[in-house]
């Protein structure tokens, strides 16, 4: 009797304690995003230096930071493309907000600045829900708004040039 009390107060002891939680395991999540940069960054529009002088771009100052940060896209680690995007949008809000040139205050110009920035959301929308196919779809998108904006700035320059020598005739 005395070892079954004895047998008894062992098995109880290590019966009723709790067993110990086993310490979390900490799991390092692969970054799923993946971005296939277009082939078309490779081949920006770029100012030629006497348009830039002559309508004294580098005075403006939000279209340079613009031009900068999104040349300086391709080179991005794609872990902070959904932070680079966020600024991307700030400096475009920052430009649609700032004093344009006289010669570029019109309506073709802040609209087609306008889908830029339209394709820089849908850029953000795509990386942060880690849509890898529909993001790739949508830089591609936003490569020819922003060719197209740039385009459209230096044609807007050359139509200038074009009236005022048509005046000198």
């Given amino acids: 009797m005395k070892n079954a009390w004895l047998f008894g107060i062992i098995v109880l ?57 999104f040349e300086n896209l391709q080179r991005l680690n794609p872990k902070g493309l959904t932070v680079f995007l966020r600024g991307l949008d700030n400096q475009t809000q920052r430009l649609l907000a700032s004093d344009f040139p006289k010669a570029f205050d019109n309506p073709p110009i802040k609209s087609r600045l306008q889908v830029v920035r339209t394709d820089i959301l849908k850029c953000i929308y795509y990386a942060e829900n880690r849509q890898n196919e529909s993001l790739d779809q949508a830089l591609r998108a936003m490569y020819v708004s922003y060719t197209a904006f740039l385009e459209r700035l230096i044609s807007m320059g050359e139509e200038k040039n074009i009236n005022v020598l048509q005046r000198l005739d």
Avoid: H, I
Avoid at 27 to 37: E, G, M
Avoid at 51 to 63: I, M, N, T
């Fill in 13 to 69: 002891s290590f019966g009723c304690k709790e067993p110990k939680p086993k310490p979390a395991e900490v799991t390092v999540a692969a970054d799923s995003l993946v971005v296939n940069f277009p082939k078309q960054t490779e081949r920006l529009v770029q100012f030629d230096p006497a348009f830039v002088e002559e309508y004294q771009l580098e005075d403006w100052e939000a279209l340079m930071n613009f031009k900068r940060d």
